[in-house]
């Protein structure tokens, strides 16, 4: 699988996750985008890094912190043998009604 | 006209194998120098060139390759073996569309690197134990 399957496939059960625009006003929900750049060896490619980005709207500040958490675990356990997790950044803001935490990662997968 | 050449066509083949992984290989040629000087030069220095001394590295992404592909190419645990093995290796150099170059050569060094986050690299340096001879096209 590669980045986006194993991310999409990790929170399936914990937040309605959307790709880049989120299909909803409906919190709470999750948003992610990716950024791919590749590594090449002689042979041809050997390694993707993704910049990762996942925000988590929730209709307060404890719904949002706590799905954040449960999808920082997620990301956290799809580190494998051949894929490293790295959190880069954590932010934390209000708009209007909803309270949005993300989470920015750096993941890079050997292939 | 000109034609540059891009560096993925350029393989250092140990024996018949490749090095899996290769991100980049340098090729260097010192001349050996003797130098003389009589009361005739008056003072001035004569430098010969009386052979050429070659090296040769590679930095590669540390791979473990698959039993089938043991006759063709060379991972992480074949390099070790062959610096364990002290023994001199013959090796050839192509470069696509250029002239190729072959000769012995010792394992000079190999050295491993690993972080927290990244891949494992290794670099492996060959010094040269022969003539540099070319390849007929």
Not at chain 1, 81 to 97: G, I, M, P
Not at chain 2, 49 to 74: H, R
Request: no cysteine; aromatic share 8%; charged share 25%.
């Amino acid at each position: 699988m590669n980045i986006a399957e194993r991310i999409t496939t990790a929170l399936t059960d914990i937040v309605d996750l959307y790709y880049s625009v989120a299909e909803t006003d409906v919190a709470p929900y999750a948003v992610y985008s990716l950024e791919y750049s590749e590594s090449r060896t002689k042979e041809g490619p050997y390694k993707y890094t993704a910049d990762v980005v996942i925000a988590v709207v929730g209709n307060n500040y404890a719904q949002a912190d706590r799905l954040s958490k449960q999808v920082m675990s997620a990301i956290d356990g799809i580190r494998n043998t051949d894929l490293s997790v790295r959190l880069e950044s954590h932010s934390e803001d209000s708009e209007k009604d909803a309270w949005v935490i993300q989470n920015r990662y750096i993941i890079i997968q050997l292939i | 006209m000109s034609t540059g050449i891009l560096g993925y066509n350029v393989a250092l083949k140990i024996g018949e194998k490749t090095i899996v992984g290769t991100t980049s290989n340098s090729f260097d040629i010192k001349p050996v120098v003797k130098e003389s000087i009589t009361k005739d030069d008056r003072g001035t220095k004569k430098k010969k060139v009386v052979s050429n001394d070659f090296s040769f590295s590679v930095d590669a992404v540390a791979s473990l390759i698959d039993a089938g592909d043991v006759a063709t190419k060379l991972g992480r645990d074949e390099v070790i073996a062959l610096v364990l093995a002290k023994a001199a290796v013959d090796f050839t150099y192509l470069m696509d569309g250029a002239k190729g170059y072959q000769g012995s050569a010792i394992i000079s060094s190999y050295s491993e690197k690993s972080d927290s986050e990244n891949e494992v690299t290794f670099s492996l340096n060959l010094d040269s134990n022969s003539e540099l001879t070319p390849i007929a096209e």
